[in-house]
Nanobody, 115 residues
């Protein structure tokens, strides 16, 4: 069963940056489209960005130009660089498959943007 372990969240001031990391326990990791999702309090989980095995990326309009998704297929890692953060970015962030997520989710990593 695949496992996702996210890290890198924290408390940051508006305008600040964070880099999230996710390690995926799957030997065939490199063939999957991977994604970052987030869930804010009282809201549904939403896809923030995804990336193909070859590095083609796609972003939600709300983060386009501020967030960058990347991956390292040699390490089974997915990253999310988040810049110009604002309070609306406050959420728990998860990584998973980027098209049809697995039913197994990691614990996520909390990102709080506040002054």
């Amino acid at each position: 069963q695949v496992q996702f372990v996210e890290s890198g969240g924290g408390l940051v001031q508006p305008g600040g940056s964070l880099r999230l990391s996710c390690v995926v326990s799957r030997t065939t990791f490199r063939i999957y489209i991977m994604g970052w999702y987030r869930q804010a309090p009282g809201k549904q989980r939403e896809l923030v960005a995804n990336i193909t095995s070859g590095g083609k990326t796609n972003y939600a309009d709300t983060v386009k130009g501020r967030f960058t998704i990347s991956r390292d297929n040699t390490k089974n890692m997915v990253y999310l660089q988040m810049n110009s953060l604002n309070p609306e970015d406050t959420a728990v962030y998860y990584c998973n498959y980027g098209v049809i997520p697995s039913g197994t989710w990691g614990q996520g990593t909390q990102v709080t943007v506040s002054s």
